[in-house]
Structures are given as structure tokens and as C-alpha cells.
């Protein structure tokens, strides 16, 4: 593996592989992890046709998509109730109640879901970076200096200033939003 680099196998047939060096470069990054993802998941004799959305468990659904709507500027696309033994077995909840929000922005979907039978005191502190499973949302934005002013002026506490962490990197910064949701606020630099 090349000093610094990242390295992946892309897999271009069954049984066939090969090496493809990331290189310092964001977009290049990009265009390869985009070109990984699409072919090894989403292409061709796979049963995953695309990305769909990410859930998220919220105690409020009303503040939730003030949150989402207002502060990541998504718009709400539709909201429904379900409730019932077929959707009890399908998410495996006993009982389930819940209401929940579609929101686009772009091509990216985000459904929030707030159950009846949640207890509010779960997940009161924040889930950490280091943590296992989904640990964050990111967001690219033209002027990330700019957003982390508004978003820190509407009181939604961050981690640290905007800044680059690597050479060549993107400028970030993350907050922390409704329901401890980490929110990742992402700059491509040229």
C-alpha cells in the first residue's frame, strides 16, 4: 500500500480483484469509493438496486422535523402513522405505534420515527465516534465556516470549529442535533 494511501478491493466479477489505490485527492477518493460501492452492492445480478434512506428513533417527531427542515434546510416529503401486528412483526416491536416523516434533500432520504412505546430516557448521552454501528450523519455544503455560524447561532452545541484535518482534506465539523443525532458538516476544499 502506497505511504499514507488507502487501499480497497474492488470487485470487478466473481472471483476476480484487484487493487485500487486511493489517492490524496478528495474527489478522486470519492469517484473510486462511488465506483466500489456501486459495483461490488448496487451493480449488476445484485438484489440492491440503491440506497434507500437512514432511520432515525426521535423522541419528538414535530421538533425533529423543525430540526431537519429548518436547520438542514430538507424538505418534508409526506408523514403516516402505522400501527398494527403486521408492522409489530416486521420491525419485531411488540405493539408498535408510530408515526414518522420522510424528508428529501437531493437524492438522500431521511425517515424519522417516533414510537409510542420509545422510553425517553434511552440514549440520553451522546453516542461517541468510536462507538460500533451508525454513529453519524454528513452533509456537504459550499461554505461550512458559514453553516457552523448559523447552526451554533440556533444554539446546537458542536464539537469544534470548522478546520481541515488532513492534508488535502475536507474542512469539517460536527454537532450534535435533536435526540443526540451527530451531525457531520462537510466542505470539499480544492
Known amino acids: 500500500m502506497p505511504s499514507g494511501g488507502i487501499s480497497i478491493c474492488r470487485r470487478r466479477k466473481p472471483g476476480e480483484q484487484d487493487r485500487v489505490p486511493l489517492g490524496a485527492r478528495e474527489d478522486l477518493i470519492w469517484v473510486q469509493a462511488q465506483e466500489f460501492i456501486s459495483t461490488c452492492y448496487f451493480g449488476e445480478g445484485t438484489m440492491i438496486k440503491s440506497f434507500l434512506h437512514v432511520g432515525v428513533g426521535v423522541k419528538d417527531l414535530d421538533e425533529s422535523v423543525r430540526f431537519y427542515t429548518e436547520v438542514l434546510e430538507m424538505e418534508e416529503e409526506y408523514r403516516a402513522h402505522n400501527e398494527g401486528e403486521k408492522i409489530s412483526r416486521i420491525v419485531d416491536v411488540e405493539n408498535a405505534d408510530f408515526d414518522f416523516c420522510i424528508l428529501t ?5 431521511v425517515e424519522l420515527l417516533a414510537y409510542k412505546s420509545a422510553n425517553p430516557n434511552d440514549r440520553q448521552s451522546p453516542i461517541r465516534q468510536d462507538s ?8 456537504q455544503v459550499d461554505d461550512v ?8 447561532a440556533l444554539g446546537y452545541p458542536f464539537n469544534a470549529p470548522p478546520m481541515v484535518a488532513r492534508e488535502n482534506g475536507p474542512k469539517i465539523t460536527y454537532f450534535t442535533g435533536p435526540d443526540n443525532v451527530i451531525i457531520e458538516i462537510y466542505q470539499k476544499m480544492s
Open 132 to 139: 460500533i454501528g451508525l454513529i453519524h450523519l454528513a452533509f
Open 145 to 152: 465556516d458559514k453553516e457552523y455560524e448559523r447552526i451554533k
Open 105 to 109: 434533500k437531493n437524492n438522500l432520504k
